[in-house]
């Protein structure tokens, strides 16, 4: 097997593991390391057929992650429901939640053609498309429930970055101080960003961009459907600018999505979730950085963090 750096190195007992999981006379020949993830191990495996043909397989690890067999069991169980539905999914080849047969925890699927698109080109087309594949996923309904949403930031763990304005801060905290509003559930993605949206994009004619597939599924989750969008526009946000984030918005209730029905309610889930950045800018940044948007420090999501944060409280509706 070739690897085109250490990283792609698939350790042996995994790399058994997927020989189990192939068809006869099928081998790994190739193993690429796929960059832009946070929490996973994610590489490309080039399958060769004993005919010669070739296909291609994508692996995802986590190491040493706290409870990364849950999110695993999640993702194997979506990958399972989405099959036939009109959200397109990576396929389930095989998956050790435990890390029993893998040295982690481990799940391996089929690989969606397209790629993530970050750049501010183009950006005007793939929102609408955006904000139409998250009421799609809005509208699924599994045969079992998943668990309930999670949110881990409070009022007193928010990082104020230095320099923001302390009186939207303040004013924000106070909103996400106070109880949950009620909601109407919905199946959650609970990551839906550009970063976990695949794209083919023509380079010429007049077809326009469109949607391959959405990948990790590991957080789904039961809630509001406010949540998915809220944490789609603070990427948003945050990679092109407060605007997009506010655009989004809008284009999820054009693409037919339902939020919240009181302008306050849409204010507490658009507010948590950006507060909820606060606390992980790096972690996120980085990785967009890898991905080529290199101007993207901390410093700067930092300061588009705060204008938009400034920007949902001085337009609550």
């Known amino acids: 097997m070739t690897d085109h750096d250490e990283a792609a190195v698939v350790r042996p007992l995994t790399l058994a593991w997927v020989g189990r999981h192939l068809a006869d ?39 040493d992650v706290e409870d990364a067999g849950d999110g695993l069991e999640r993702e194997a169980g979506a990958l399972t429901m989405l099959a036939g539905t009109g959200v397109a999914a990576p396929g389930l080849v095989a998956v050790d939640p435990a890390g029993a047969q893998c040295e982690y925890p481990s799940l391996l699927m089929t690989h969606l053609p397209g790629r993530t698109v970050l750049d501010d080109e183009g950006l005007e087309a793939r929102v609408p498309l955006l904000a139409r594949q998250l009421v799609a996923i809005h509208a699924l309904r599994a045969a079992e429930r998943p668990p309930e949403y999670t949110t881990l930031t409070t009022a007193d763990t928010v990082v104020t970055p230095e320099g923001a304005d302390a009186a939207a801060w303040a004013a924000a905290i106070e909103v996400i101080r106070g109880p949950a509003p009620s909601y109407e559930g919905r199946f959650l993605h609970r990551d839906f960003h550009p970063g976990n949206v695949l794209f083919e994009v023509p380079r010429t004619g007049p077809a326009g961009p469109r949607i391959t597939g959405v990948v990790d599924w590991t957080g789904i989750s039961w809630g509001p459907a406010d949540l998915d969008m809220a944490h789609c526009s603070t990427n948003l946000a945050l990679l092109h600018g407060p605007e997009w984030g506010l655009r989004f918005s809008e284009a999820y209730e054009e693409a037919g999505g339902t939020p919240a029905a009181t302008a306050s309610e849409r204010l507490y889930w658009r507010v948590r979730d950006a507060l909820a950045f606060s606390e992980e800018l790096e972690l996120v940044s980085g990785p967009w950085r890898e991905a080529g948007r290199t101007e993207l420090t901390t410093r700067a999501v930092e300061e588009r963090l705060d204008a938009y944060v400034a920007a949902l409280m001085d337009a609550p509706g």
Request: net charge positive.
């Open 25 to 63: 006379g099928e081998q790994v020949v190739g193993s690429e390391a796929l960059h832009g993830g946070i929490t996973a191990e994610m590489r490309r495996l080039t399958v060769r057929a004993r005919g010669g043909g070739t296909r291609e397989l994508v692996l995802r690890t986590f190491v």
